[in-house]
């Protein structure tokens, strides 16, 4: 992969646009959808036409981040990348470019910044006590 190639699915970051996100966003939660489908759903938050669903997800399956296949006279199309992947992928790439690849400075970013109640507070403790045991165990 040279530098300034797009990764495929699987490898290097994904960045998404906020489009592209939201029709991958519909296609992991219904699995595979229409272009009507896919701009019913995005369209109710975001307006926009049906041909630029089309045009995007053709953009998308060039880069490898969807499939089609033929159903009669319409494609219906799949994530072809995991949303965990992508989550994953996306939160390292700002963690990179944002907080110099350490994710304490994220996380210490997101507690100072975040409006966080004190449920979620409990919450975030539980989850480090528990990740401390795992790491303990090793």
Known sequence: MTEDSEPRPGEGT????DL????LRV???EGEASVVRVHEVVSAAR?????????????????GLVTRRKVGRQFLW???VA?????????????TRMFGGDPLE?????????????????SLRAL???RAREEGAK
């Open 14 to 17: 994904l960045r998404l646009g």
């Open 20 to 23: 592209q996100l939201a029709i």
């Open 27 to 29: 296609l992991w939660s």
């Open 47 to 63: 307006g926009g036409a049906p041909s630029t669903i089309s045009t995007m997800l053709a953009k998308m399956e060039a880069r």
């Open 78 to 80: 799949r994530a072809a």
């Open 83 to 95: 949303e965990d992947h992508a989550r994953r992928s996306m939160v390292e790439d700002v963690t």
């Open 106 to 122: 994220l996380l210490n970013h997101l507690v100072r910044e975040s409006e966080i109640d004190g449920e979620d507070l409990d």
């Open 128 to 130: 480090i006590e528990r």
